[in-house]
């Protein structure tokens, strides 16, 4: 499944307890098979091929360890390959949840977890594979019931397919029509954060784009507080901070990639 650049990459990541780093690349191909036989069961049988509850269970670790290191160590040298075997996970973790019924039928963002096909996109960026990143984005599903997280989505997916015009040239909705919900369960706060991550992602367009007079340090700056609120701005920060801009599975993954 991976080229030996590839491979290699996906061999450089942290060495963790219990994890042969030299057979992961055939343990990741491996479980993306799995999935891949049991889809072609269910379409023919109507009846999951096998138990993959293994390969989820692996998938999870692998995503959950590694992402912990991408947010707390943004100066360690294998970041990259962590970057890189997180979002595999996070992307094998969605893919075998969709084919159980267990994820939603879109993309969602909850007051303390976001779906795994963001977090495998967002990780994609930051590990420099623009290409996977894409892949990823195309296939997200806004919820159209959500506007604040329809626009989240859209907004997230367009910025890693380098779509920065179209996300200059959306209508903006005012910040009283996309944030709702009601405090006790803090469902109003984590909303007021997505939309201010939404700011973060505009802001960063109108940088790249080269709006005139777009405040190149107001992307950084957005992300940077909300990371100090919530401890997500990590992976937004650091995607803008890894290419020297000015411009789940937590929130943490969103303020990193999109800072990077």
Same mark, same amino acid.
């Given at each position: 499944m991976y080229d030996e650049r590839t491979a290699d990459l996906i061999r450089s990541a942290p060495d963790l307890p219990g994890l042969d780093r030299d057979r992961l690349p055939e343990q990741l191909s491996q479980a993306f098979a799995e999935i891949v036989s049991a889809r072609i069961a269910l379409r023919d049988t109507e009846t999951p091929a096998g138990d993959i509850s293994e390969t989820i269970a692996f998938a999870r670790k692998l995503a959950a360890t590694n992402e912990v290191l991408v947010t707390t160590s943004p100066e360690r040298e294998n970041r990259r390959a962590a970057s890189f075997v997180a979002a595999s996970a996070h992307q094998l973790v969605h893919q075998a949840e969709a084919l159980l019924g267990l994820d939603s039928r879109t993309t969602t963002f909850t007051?303390?977890?976001?779906?795994?096909?963001?977090? !495998?996109?967002?990780?994609?960026?930051?590990?420099?594979?623009? $290409?996977?990143?894409?892949?990823?984005?195309? $296939?997200?599903?806004?919820?159209?019931?959500?506007?604040?997280?329809?626009?989240?989505? +859209?907004?997230?997916?367009? +910025?890693?397919?380098?779509?920065?015009?179209?996300?200059?040239?959306?209508?903006?909705?005012?910040?009283?029509?996309?944030?709702?919900?009601?405090?006790?369960?803090?469902?109003? $706060?984590?909303? !007021?954060?997505?939309?201010?991550?939404?700011?973060?992602?505009?802001?960063?367009?109108?940088? +790249?784009?080269?709006?005139?007079?777009?405040?190149?340090?107001?992307?950084?700056?957005?992300?940077?507080?909300?990371?100090?609120?919530?401890?997500?701005?990590?992976?937004?920060?650091a995607h803008v901070a890894s290419h020297s801009m000015t411009c789940g599975h937590t929130r943490e993954v969103i303020c990193e990639a999109v800072s990077s």
């Amino acid at each position: 499944m991976y080229d030996e650049r590839t491979a290699d990459l996906i061999r450089s990541a942290p060495d963790l307890p219990g994890l042969d780093r030299d057979r992961l690349p055939e343990q990741l191909s491996q479980a993306f098979a799995e999935i891949v036989s049991a889809r072609i069961a269910l379409r023919d049988t109507e009846t999951p091929a096998g138990d993959i509850s293994e390969t989820i269970a692996f998938a999870r670790k692998l995503a959950a360890t590694n992402e912990v290191l991408v947010t707390t160590s943004p100066e360690r040298e294998n970041r990259r390959a962590a970057s890189f075997v997180a979002a595999s996970a996070h992307q094998l973790v969605h893919q075998a949840e969709a084919l159980l019924g267990l994820d939603s039928r879109t993309t969602t963002f909850t007051a303390d977890a976001i779906s795994s096909d963001v977090s !495998a996109m967002l990780l994609f960026l930051i590990a420099g594979s623009s $290409a996977d990143a894409t892949e990823v984005a195309r $296939a997200l599903r806004s919820p159209a019931e959500d506007r604040l997280q329809h626009e989240l989505v +859209l907004n997230l997916g367009w +910025l890693a397919r380098g779509l920065i015009g179209t996300i200059l040239n959306q209508e903006r909705r005012p910040v009283t029509e996309l944030v709702a919900g009601e405090g006790v369960d803090g469902t109003r $706060a984590a909303n !007021a954060l997505y939309h201010r991550l939404l700011e973060g992602v505009r802001a960063l367009a109108a940088v +790249l784009g080269g709006i005139p007079d777009a405040d190149r340090d107001r992307p950084a700056a957005i992300f940077r507080g909300v990371a100090y609120s919530t401890t997500c701005g990590h992976l937004f920060h650091a995607h803008v901070a890894s290419h020297s801009m000015t411009c789940g599975h937590t929130r943490e993954v969103i303020c990193e990639a999109v800072s990077s």
